[in-house]
Each structure stands twice: as C-alpha cells, then as structure tokens.
Nanobody
Framework: VQLQASGGGLVQAGGSLRLSCAAS????????MGWFRQPPGKGREFVAA????????DYSDSVKGRFTMSRDNAKSMAYLQMNSLKPDDTAVYYC?????????????????WGQGTLVTVSS
C-alpha cells in the first residue's frame, strides 16, 4: 500500500490543523493506521493509532485530549485533527499502516510509511 500524507503547514500556537493520509494500492480497511512524528533533532515518536474499523483509538499522553484520529475506509483515508497546537508539536508527521491484530505504538511494527508532512507551530 502507498501512503501520502498532507495538510501540514505553519500555524500559531493554539491553532488547529487537519492532516490527511491517502492510501492507494490495497484496501485500507485491512490495516491499522498510525500517526508518528519526528521533531527537529529528535527521534520518531508515536502520536496516534486506530483500528481497522475505527472503533478504537490510542494516543500518546502528549496529545491526548487535543488530537483526534479518524478514518474513512470508503475513501481510503485517515486523518489527524490537531487542536490547541503547541510549539512542542512542531515536527514532520508521518502516517503508517500495519497489518495488525491490535493497534500498537511501536513504529517498528508498521509495514508501510508515507513521506511525511511538516507541521510548524509558532509561539
């Protein structure tokens, strides 16, 4: 499956952005989906994940209550709604797909990755 992330940009602290992840090549409904991010000079970290049906989500503590992950299998899309953004949210954001039996926060478990989209939050 090929993944294409989009929707990044420059936003002021407190603002919102919605990231999109478009999938092609295979039926997205077969995969758990995840969002990860890589802040400048740091390693990749888990942000959010969602089950194949969208019935369950998981979030990192740093974004819980501010970010919401969703998906639309009919459109082969996954989304990350980001509200109340902080400068610490500045990073390249990646979407990923996992042929999972349950959602995971571990990047190594994900089989396919998009190219990343840059989110910059100014103070």
């Amino acid at each position: 499956v090929q993944l294409q992330a989009s929707g990044g940009g420059l936003v002021q602290a407190g603002g919102s952005l919605r990231l999109s992840c478009a999938a092609s090549g295979r039926t997205l409904s077969s995969y758990c989906m995840g969002w990860f991010r890589q802040p400048p000079g740091k390693g990749r970290e888990f942000v959010a994940a969602i089950t194949q049906s969208g019935g369950r989500t998981d979030y990192s503590d740093s974004v819980k209550g501010r970010f919401t992950m969703s998906r639309d299998n009919a459109k082969s899309m996954a989304y990350l709604q980001m509200n109340s953004l902080k400068p610490d949210d500045t990073a390249v954001y990646y979407c990923a797909a996992d042929r999972c039996s349950k959602i995971t926060t571990m990047a190594i478990r994900y089989d396919y990755w998009g190219q990343g989209t840059l989110v910059t939050v100014s103070s």
